[in-house]
């Protein structure tokens, strides 16, 4: 019998649009990230996705706070590290310089501006709403500086004319391959959430593209499903889902990505170990420094 293919499962352990009042488990301070962290390798991710977070659970760009996140992490395994830049009302040079203070592996790179709300049918009322604001010359700077780090960029698309963004980067010689794309379906101002969009993103994608489905919400285990059929890799967590179910939510990130993995499992896949993950991925053999 030949070996079970493998995917790369990645959990985005915290984010920063979500609160306790909302899940108690959610990780804030550095301790509780690396916590997480531990429990989603443990579980099966390679990769885990992070937000920075004062104790109180505001969102921060300090580069001593990620700094101490990254040490943490790597002093319990070798999981790979996968930093944000997004943010709104920051600077790219704010949103980036963690970054150099703390090179992770990868790092978020946000591929178009867009509406980004949140919004409650029942309560009839936005719950959160900004524009997330990332022009061109933004990009360039972010790409530049992951560049300069030698940090490789991780292509969030929250719809489809973002697919279509990476192809002056690409001309530009800022972006090479493989070019690592995450599609981001049910944000409120982005792509809907369906099976039917995810596979018009996946085409849209250029030749040897590497590629993750990101689902918001109670869509997260469709698409995964979905992305685990179509030769995707897949994210969740806390960021994105509370639920492993309808009424019941996760305890930990580790329950999420635990679910995840059976899954896979389920139709002859395997999580890919973190060294493995990171051949897959063409990150070469060392730790960012």
């Known amino acids: 019998m030949s070996p079970a293919k493998k995917i790369v499962v990645t959990a985005a352990l915290t984010g920063v649009a979500a609160n306790r009042k909302q899940c108690p488990h959610l990780p804030y301070t550095p301790a509780e990230i690396a916590a997480e962290a531990k429990r989603a390798h443990d579980a099966g991710a390679a990769i885990v996705h992070i937000h920075g977070r004062e104790d109180d659970g505001r969102p921060s760009f300090r580069p001593e706070l990620f700094a101490e996140i990254r040490d943490r992490i790597r002093a319990d395994g070798p999981v790979l590290l996968n930093f944000s830049t997004g943010a709104i009302g920051l600077s790219m040079d704010e949103r980036t310089a963690h970054i150099r203070r703390a ?30 604001h990332n022009s061109f010359p933004e990009i360039v700077q972010c790409v530049t500086a992951l560049a300069e780090s030698g940090v490789r960029p991780e292509l969030e698309c929250f719809d489809l004319g973002h697919i279509g963004n990476t192809r002056p980067l690409v001309d530009l010689g800022l972006l090479k391959d493989p070019l690592q794309f995450s599609l981001i379906l049910g944000v409120l101002g982005g792509i809907p959430a369906s099976t039917r969009n995810l596979v018009t993103m996946q085409a849209s994608l250029p030749p040897r593209a590497i590629w993750q489905v990101i689902g918001i919400g ?72």
């Open 103 to 132: 090179p992770p592996e990868m790092a978020a790179l946000n591929m178009g501006s867009m509406n980004y709300a949140i919004y409650s049918e029942k309560a009839k009322k936005f719950h959160f709403e900004a524009v997330f």
């Open 218 to 289: 109670d869509e997260q285990w469709p698409l995964v499903a979905a992305a685990l059929s179509m030769g995707g890799n897949v994210r969740v967590g806390m960021e994105d889902n509370f639920y492993l179910s309808a009424g019941i939510m996760a305890r930990s990130n580790g329950d999420l990505v635990e679910k995840a993995v059976r899954m896979a499992r389920d139709v002859g896949l395997e999580p890919a170990s973190a060294p493995e993950a990171r051949e897959m991925l063409g990150l070469g053999g060392g730790r960012a420094s």
